[in-house]
Each structure stands twice: as C-alpha cells, then as structure tokens.
C-alpha cells in the first residue's frame, strides 16, 4: 500500500473524528488581540532537527570528555545506552500527548495542570523555564573552554563578553575578526528567536545539519583510526580499554567502584540528553500537520540518539585513554576528546577544524533551548501562570517579550570570573540536569494519567500515535530516573569527597521547586485536590483547533517539506 496515501486516510479519519460539547476552559487560553499568537511555521525536517540540535551540543563534544576522565570508556559507552532508551521511552510518551493536542500555545506545563493539577504545572513550569535559560549560559561557558585549545592568553571574561555582546561590538584591533565572529554565541541566537519562526527553524536545521554531518564525520574518523589509517598507521584498536583500561575506579575498589563508575556517569551523562526530547512536544503548537510531523519526529529519534550519542561514546572511549591531561576536569579543559583524539591520531588541521564544529554546536544548542525557554513562558502566560507581558508576540508570531526575559539569565556565564571554567561548566550543568531529571519524573506521571483518562473515556483507537510497551515501560522508566535525581549528587557523601559547591548545585532544585509549588498551593488555597481524580480529567477539550488544523492537512494532500 502508498505509504502517503495510508497516512493521508489516517489523517482523513482522525479530521472526521466527532467531538462532543465539553467544558472549555482548558481550551481558552488567555490571549488578546493586541498579543497577537503564535504561527505554524515549522515544517517536519525543521522540527526533527531542532531536536537534534538540541540533543548535540556541548555535553557530547565537551561533557563527554569529563565522563570519560572520571568513570572511564565501559561506564561511559553502557551510560550512553541506558540514556538513549530512557530518552527515548520520554520521547514516545510526550509524543502521543503532544500529538493529540496539539494547540497553538501549548506547553508542557499545560498537560501537567491538565491531568495533574495546577500548582505542580506551576512549578513544573517556572522549573522548566529556569533550566532552559540556564543553557545559553552553559553554552557560553563551554565556548570559552573551547576557545582555550587556541589560546589561553586570553582570560575567559573576554570571550563570554564577546559571546554576550558580540552583535553590538565592532572590529576589536587586538583580534582576528574571523575569531570575534564564530563566538558570537548568544547574540546571535536572541537576534534568531525574534525572527519569525519560519525563519527561526530554517537557521537551525542548518545550524543543526553541520553537528550531524561533522559527528558522521568523527564516527568515521573513529573507525580509521582504530584501524590505523592515520599519518603515524599506528592501529590502536581497543589499546585504551587494556591500558589505562575499560574502568576508572570511582570513590571505592573492586567491582563497587566500577559500579559506582557506571552510575556516576549515568548522572553525569544526563546534561548531554536534558531538556531535548521535549523540544519536539514544545514545537507541537508552531509546527505545520501536528498529528502527522509529531509521531514522525518521535519514532525517528531513537536511531539519532543511537548512531550519534553511542556512536560518539564508543569512538571517544576508543580514541582518548581516559587519563589524558587536557580532558575537562583532567587538566586545562582545553580541548573536546575528539579533538584530543584526531590530534593525538598526527591528522593535521582536522583538529582545528573540529574544534570550530564544537563551537557550532555550542551555537545551535544555545538557539534551541532559548526557543523552548521562550515558549516555555509564552505558554505559561497564556495559561495564568507567568504575567501578561510575556504572551506578547510581534507581527511575526514571536513572542518577543519571553524571549528578552529568557535571555537576561545568560548572565550566569560571568561565573568564571571567580572560577575556572570547567568549574563552572560542571556547576550549571548539574543544576540543569537535575532541574530537568525533576521535571521528567513528572512528565511520565503527567502521561500515566493521560493513558488513564484515555482508557477510561474508551478513545484509545483513536490517537494520532500510541507509545509503545505502556504503562511498563513508563513505570520503569520513572523508577530509574527517581533513582537518578535522588542519588545525583552521593559522591559528596562519602569521607574526604564532601564539597560545598557540588553539594548546593546537586541539591538546590529541590527546595526551589518545593517553594514554587507550595507557595503556589497557597495562593490557591488549601482546599483545592492535591491531585486531580482520573473521572475529572478532560482529554475532549480544545479539540476543534486540532481538527481544523488536520482537516487542512488533508484538503492540501497531506505533503510537507
């Protein structure tokens, strides 16, 4: 059978799909005329990509490496794997939510409110948004780290002002201009969230385009090299896992410091994967054919995750001992482990050019997360939860007001004024990948009660798209990463390892978040449900937009560049 026509009659049923008259309040999101909204502007390679380049950024070129120097390849590699099903489990929860309702608006939160209850949306929300502001930052960091491959002369502060102000500042006397334009970072992506969002998504499959191809590029490199195929025709194969070896002891001897080598980078290996799979639920309202580009976005993500995250790790692990010096938290932080690997291969001017590709990247992931983060509180605005200002959108369809707000937390880069930046680079990663372990601990409850609510109104057969293996993998999935946020921060348990710093970033999102949601519960008030009964949820409403929006996919033959 065609393919498209078979999506296309899927695509006809869902449109002939009757909704009955349900209460609409989850529906009217408080919007005005003089706000302006949001447009479907992104197409499906845009927002397969957008999560991509969200997913590929510093915590694979840079992050890996600090995995690597403190755990060893073995709990690097088998880290990357057990992320990847996890991620992916997320993704296809999302998904099948996302896919269902996909209005103009529509964040994460509001499924929380919707089928948790509001004060845990409201937290959720602000927790949300907080990390993703806190990437920008993260991202500048990295830039500077990766900037110290090509010099060190230049003291950090230098490079995070000019990532910062860059746009605005003209020809420096005292640097190449080649070098002031490629660590334009943050500029760069605020200019790119203000324009419309066509604009916005084309730049960043680009943006996105040049890390898939350069880590295709290094996986391949990867392979030569193992081979020996390089200048020296030294054919290292698997010589790192044998000498320094597979493990790095962690904290203890034996196999309990292997274990706590593969748990340890487990965490560790979180920041390469936050805040990237709801990308695509957080594109679901801007996007063209939601119910089609959405399941396609999700069942496509595993293979990327795979072949680039797995993939990078066995090629690091293979390329780079772990006890190389200039790895980050090793040394000088002065370098990403490819490069350190293509270096220590005798390849000449890869090295450089990879380097230049990390900055890329750093650039692209920047520009995604500044989008979630903008929409993040554009939709909270528009469901009550943020103040008014921020659902104010040009005549683009951008929200240009979340976007200023959500860029002002790029400050944070000024950190390594008074730190190191590898310091620094570990400090707001851990904030932001427990904020994030948090938040996705309640997106697996938000889905199980979706799933309730949907088997209990008997519409199973009719979504758009199921998750697969529910609700155990679901129910596995929360165990582990419950797990994982709990246990984030256990090295600064133990004897002569407790410090100060480690101990605040692993552990600050806790209160914060317990803050915001019961200082919102008593805003509320006390009497309200602390969580909403399964025969009170609403799965029907708002879904005349959706239909409308499925019925024009249908009318123009459901193709989609």
């Given at each position: 059978m065609d393919i498209e026509a078979k999506s296309s009659g899927r695509d006809a049923e869902l449109a002939s799909q009757h909704v009955p008259n349900v209460d609409l309040k989850f529906h009217d999101f408080e919007r005005t005329v003089e706000d302006g909204n949001v447009e479907r502007g992104l197409k499906s390679r845009h927002i397969q990509l957008i999560a991509l380049g969200g997913t590929i950024g510093t915590g694979l070129f840079i992050g890996s490496g600090g995995v690597l120097a403190e755990t060893g390849p073995a709990p690097l590699l088998i880290s990357y794997l057990i992320m990847s099903a996890l991620v992916w489990i997320l993704t296809l929860d999302l998904a099948e939510m996302a896919s269902w309702l996909p209005l103009r608006g529509m964040t994460i939160p509001y499924l929380v409110q919707r089928f948790v209850e509001p004060s845990l949306a409201f937290a959720f929300g602000w927790n949300y948004w907080f990390a993703y502001s806190m990437i920008p930052p993260a991202e500048a960091t990295a830039s500077a780290v990766i900037m110290e491959y090509w010099t060190t002369a230049v003291p950090p502060a230098v490079w995070i002002t000019i990532i910062i102000v860059g746009e605005n500042c003209g020809p420096c006397p005292n640097f190449p201009l080649w070098l002031i334009t490629d660590v334009r970072v943050l500029a760069v992506c605020v200019l790119l969230n203000l324009m419309a969002v066509k604009y916005y998504g084309e730049v960043e499959f680009w943006f996105a385009s040049v890390k898939v191809i350069a880590i295709l590029v290094l996986l391949i490199i990867g392979i030569v090299i193992f081979f020996?195929?390089?200048?020296?025709?030294?054919?290292?194969?698997?010589?790192?896992?044998?000498?320094?070896?597979?493990?790095?002891?962690?904290?203890?001897?034996?196999?309990?410091?292997?274990?706590?080598?593969?748990?340890?980078?487990?965490?560790?290996?979180?920041?390469?994967?936050?805040?990237?799979?709801?990308?695509?639920?957080?594109?679901?309202?801007?996007?063209?054919?939601?119910?089609?580009?959405?399941?396609?976005?999700?069942?496509?993500?595993?293979?990327?995750?795979?072949?680039?995250?797995?993939?990078?790790?066995?090629?690091?692990?293979?390329i780079v001992p772990y006890n190389?010096?200039?790895?980050?938290?090793?040394?000088?932080?002065?370098?990403?482990?490819?490069?350190?690997?293509?270096?220590?291969?005798?390849?000449?001017?890869?090295?450089?050019?990879?380097?230049?590709?990390?900055?890329?990247?750093?650039?692209?992931?920047?520009?995604?997360?500044?989008?979630?983060?903008?929409?993040?509180?554009?939709?909270m605005a528009c469901n009550g939860k943020a103040p008014k200002i921020f659902r104010r959108c040009n005549r683009w369809g951008v929200p240009?007001?979340?976007?200023?707000?959500?860029?002002?937390?790029?400050?944070?880069?000024?950190?390594?004024?008074?730190?190191?930046?590898?310091?620094?680079?570990?400090?707001?990663?851990?904030?932001?990948?427990?904020?994030?372990?948090?938040?996705?601990?309640?997106?697996?409850?938000?889905?199980?009660?979706?799933?309730?609510?949907?088997?209990?109104?008997?519409?199973?057969?009719?979504?758009?798209?199921?998750?697969?293996?529910?609700?155990?993998?679901?129910?596995?999935?929360?165990?582990?990463?419950?797990?994982?946020?709990?246990?984030?921060?256990?090295?600064?348990?133990?004897?002569?390892?407790?410090?100060?710093?480690?101990?605040?970033?692993?552990?600050?999102?806790?209160?914060?978040?317990?803050i915001l949601y019961l200082g919102h519960r008593l805003w509320a008030g006390w009497k309200t449900a602390w969580i909403m009964p399964i025969t009170e949820l609403d799965v029907?409403?708002?879904?005349?937009?959706?239909?409308?929006?499925?019925?024009?996919?249908?009318?123009?033959?459901?193709?989609?560049?």
């Open positions: 020996g195929g390089t200048p020296t025709h030294d054919r290292i194969g698997f010589r790192y896992w044998v000498h320094p070896g597979s493990f790095k002891f962690f904290l203890k001897d034996g196999n309990t410091g292997k274990f706590l080598a593969v748990w340890d980078a487990l965490i560790r290996a979180g920041f390469s994967y936050i805040l990237s799979p709801e990308i695509i639920a957080n594109t679901a309202g801007e996007c063209e054919a939601p119910r089609r580009n959405i399941p396609k976005a999700a069942r496509r993500y595993i293979w990327r995750l795979l072949l680039f995250y797995v993939g990078g790790a066995l090629v690091i692990g293979v190389d010096k200039r790895l980050l938290g090793a040394g000088n932080a002065s370098a990403s482990p490819f490069v350190i690997g293509i270096h220590n291969a005798g390849i000449p001017v890869l090295d450089h050019i990879l380097n230049a590709v990390a900055l890329t990247a750093a650039w692209s992931a920047g520009n995604s997360q500044l989008y979630s983060a903008s929409r993040m509180l554009y939709g240009y007001m979340a976007v200023l707000a959500s860029s002002l937390l790029s400050l944070f880069a000024y950190l390594n004024l008074s730190s190191n930046g590898a310091d620094v680079f570990v400090w707001l990663t851990t904030i932001i990948t427990v904020s994030g372990m948090i938040n996705w601990n309640i997106i697996l409850i938000t889905y199980l009660r979706f799933r309730a609510a949907v088997n209990l109104n008997g519409i199973g057969h009719k979504l758009p798209f199921r998750s697969p293996l529910q609700p155990y993998s679901t129910y596995s999935t929360l165990m582990i990463l419950s797990l994982m946020c709990i246990t984030n921060g256990f090295a600064v348990f133990f004897p002569h390892n407790f410090s100060p710093a480690k101990f605040v970033t692993s552990y600050a999102s806790f209160p914060i978040f317990l029907m409403s708002g879904l005349e937009e959706v239909e409308e929006t499925t019925r024009r996919d249908v009318d123009s033959g459901g193709h989609f560049g």
